[in-house]
């Protein structure tokens, strides 16, 4: 274990002094997985460069820093996050807040909905929900290589469980707002367990936000299972501050005839890199994977996918779009792996990208893997500016050049944001992407809930 | 209403236009026909402010102001609208929020009020019958999948909706069928009136036979080579624009 670098063998450390605590509080199954990982974990360390999907983005001045915590929660710690309230939004939604990465306890640590929908901690589930735990908890990362999904496994202990069972639909979307708080610089991580069983239908809503001015890192893994014939979209809204690191990794194993939106719109952030991984694991599965970033100042984003074909018939769709201003930088990579039974393949994918500035950067880069002959496929990507001749016509027609950039900078943002299908959700995103580009976004100006009306 | 002196401009440094001069006044139609290439809609992107011509000598007057010192926006706040050869697509603005904010400009720019929601709509119907515009293409993003004709019908729908003094219309009546050319024409005809003034820019005679011009300019070569009443776009028509060019070199 003494061949990784410094940078990785930090987290081992941390591993290490963390590991007796953090096992004496979850269930033996979690556990489980944590000496593989950690051992994983040695073996690959924290993504450099050199890995062909972390190419454009520099971990470093995150991940080379000394975080004074590694978040494990105390009861009191949640009275605080039970007081974060939201002044913006009206979303009819069931709302959950977690607290760096962990569920408070102050409703019960599990919550039942109609149509017997569980939402709660992980941790606690794992109690009650034992065998859904074991049949999902470890199986949809199983193969990934990312060392960070490996850190996460090895140590992360709570984050937000979802059962949604056979049959059950849920009209109004479940909304996890995710709190970072800490007095120093943090070093946090969760994991999710989403179930969504056979024709059941439902949508989740994750919003990512920073509550204190001080540097956070935090790397959060979310499993999603999704049964024949049901309907699951989830969609994460990022808002942090300039000194925030955030990672997420999303896998969504797919049923036969599924179909599953994933979205990811990141208003804010110091560093952001989303990978999201969708595995077509059934005939006539479907999937669209929507993402849409607005980066200045020295912002980066990064967004990776992958798609992967593994069955016949099935369909997916990606589209990506970002607007970059100052220095800000950011990168896509798109991946399209068709196996070679999976006849029948229909795959698209697009990456759009405005530059504002001569100092803007964005690489994108398409990777398409396909093996089977009957396939319908198509990529593009484009980086540039806004169209001149477009901002002549809006201004030809006495709308000031403010107010034409304004315009065209967010219909090129709502080609992503329509895609929603919650309507109150859509009007909410396409105000938040308008205050946003005209600078007025604050940090919880950002925030969809009204906390105050959560049920 | 419009003064031009001794114009001209470059693009990338290649002089287009070499020296026109123009008066329009108010309740006139000035048609200004020409050959391929002989700077009508440099022009008229100079006349709305595009920058990509470069004017290097000459004045222009609108109102009584010094034309080059107004921004694009300004000019059309000023009662100046440029009809498109080839309107713009924009997706992802959609009709009505595009020509909403134009219309609310224009009224701060006036010190009205914004129209409200449903005065704006109503505004907006009126206009759209007036064009015979089909309903379904406002609720469209701006010409996004428009056809060639609906794009003209559209800058005419606009200019009905901004009411400019001064419509410079470029090339409008390309690409249009008789049925098309005609409601264009007849948008243009219902939009005269004694205290504005325009100016259509054509290739071919056919749009004057439903725009009765007052003044017909042939341009060539970058400079206005002939001006005379409306039976000159009937000389044009039947001679060929080969007539206009003998005429200039036996100058």
Redesign the interface.
């Known amino acids: 274990m003494n061949n990784l670098p410094e940078r990785s063998e930090r987290y081992y450390r941390l591993y290490q002094e963390n590991i007796k605590r953090i096992t004496e509080n979850s269930a033996p199954f979690i556990n489980s997985f944590r000496g593989a990982a950690i051992a994983d974990f040695c073996k690959t360390g924290i993504p450099t460069r050199k890995n062909e999907s972390y190419r454009y983005t520099n971990l470093d001045t995150f991940f080379n820093h000394d975080y004074k915590s590694y978040f494990i929660p105390e009861e009191s710690d949640f009275v605080k996050a039970e007081q974060f309230r939201c002044d913006v939004s009206d979303l009819d939604a069931y709302g959950v807040v977690l607290l760096n990465g962990f569920y408070p306890t102050i409703n019960g640590k599990l919550r039942e909905l109609p149509g017997g929908i569980y939402i709660g901690s992980l941790n606690e589930a794992a109690k009650k929900f034992g065998d859904k735990i074991e049949k999902h908890y470890g199986k949809y990362v199983n193969g990934n290589s990312d060392g960070l999904v490996h850190l996460n496994t090895a140590i992360a202990s709570d984050g937000v469980f979802v059962y949604v069972p056979k049959g059950a639909v849920l009209k109004r979307p479940v909304q996890v707002v995710n709190l970072v708080e800490s007095e120093t610089d943090m070093f946090s991580q969760h994991r999710n367990l989403i179930i969504v069983e056979d024709n059941a239908d439902f949508t989740l809503i994750i919003c990512d936000h920073t509550l204190s001015p001080v540097k956070f890192l935090t790397n959060a893994v979310t499993e999603v299972y999704v049964g024949e014939n049901a309907h699951f979209d989830i969609m994460r809204v990022q808002n942090e501050h300039n000194n925030a690191c955030k990672i997420t990794h999303t896998f969504i194993h797919q049923e036969r005839n599924s179909q599953v939106s994933s979205n990811n719109i990141t208003l804010h952030g110091g560093l952001v890199r989303n990978s999201t991984y969708h595995y077509l694991g059934g005939e006539g599965a479907g999937s669209n994977s929507y993402g849409l970033f607005l980066a200045d100042k020295w912002q980066h984003v990064d967004n990776y996918v992958n798609i992967e074909h593994a069955y016949p018939n099935c369909t997916s769709n990606q589209l990506f779009k970002g607007v970059l201003d100052d220095m800000a930088t950011g990168a896509f990579n798109g991946r399209i792996y068709v196996h070679k039974d999976a006849q029948g393949t229909v795959a698209y994918q697009r990456n759009n990208n405005i530059l504002l500035t001569d100092d803007a950067k964005m690489d994108t880069k398409p990777q398409l893997e396909i093996y089977a002959d009957d396939v319908k496929c198509s990529h593009g990507a484009t980086v540039g500016r806004l169209?001149d001749?477009?901002l002549?016509?809006?201004?030809?027609?006495?709308?000031?050049?403010r107010?034409?950039l304004l315009?065209?900078m967010?219909?090129?943002?709502?080609?992503v944001i329509r895609n929603i299908k919650v309507e109150a959700l859509q009007e909410r995103m396409d105000n938040l992407v308008m205050q946003r580009l005209k600078g007025e976004l604050s940090r919880c100006a950002s925030c969809m809930v009204r906390c105050d009306k959560m049920h | 209403m419009l003064i031009i002196k001794n114009l001209k401009a470059a693009i990338n440094g290649k002089q287009i236009l070499k020296g026109i001069s123009l008066e329009v006044k108010a309740g006139e139609i000035h048609a200004i026909m020409g050959p391929n290439g002989s700077g009508k809609s440099t022009l008229a992107a100079v006349l709305a402010g595009r920058e990509f011509a470069e004017v290097t000598e000459g004045t222009v007057t609108y109102m009584g102001r010094n034309l080059f010192e107004m921004a694009a926006e300004d000019r059309s706040k000023e009662g100046i609208f440029l009809g498109f050869q080839y309107p713009i697509e924009i997706p992802g603005v959609s009709m009505v929020n595009f020509m909403k904010t134009a219309v609310n400009e224009h009224r701060k720019h006036k010190g009205l009020e914004p129209l409200s929601a449903s005065d704006f709509l109503k505004l907006m119907r009126e206009k759209k019958e007036f064009v015979e515009i089909d309903s379904k293409l406002t609720n469209r993003s701006v010409n996004e999948g428009f056809s060639g004709g609906e794009k003209k019908k559209n800058e005419i729908f606009q200019m009905a909706m901004l009411e400019p003094k001064l419509a410079i219309l470029d090339e409008t009546d390309s690409g249009l069928d008789i049925d098309a050319l005609r409601i264009v024409a007849n948008g243009v005809n219902r939009l005269k009136r004694p205290d504005n003034a325009a100016i259509v820019i054509t290739h071919y005679q056919r749009l004057l036979d439903y725009i009765v011009p007052d003044v017909v300019h042939v341009l060539y070569d970058g400079r206005i080579v002939k001006t005379a009443g409306k039976e000159l776009a009937l000389e044009l028509e039947e001679k060929g624009y080969e007539w206009i060019k003998e005429h200039v070199e036996e100058k």
């Open positions: 169209n001749d477009a002549f016509y809006m201004q030809s027609r006495g709308i000031n050049k107010e034409a315009m065209l967010f219909g090129f943002a709502h080609e």
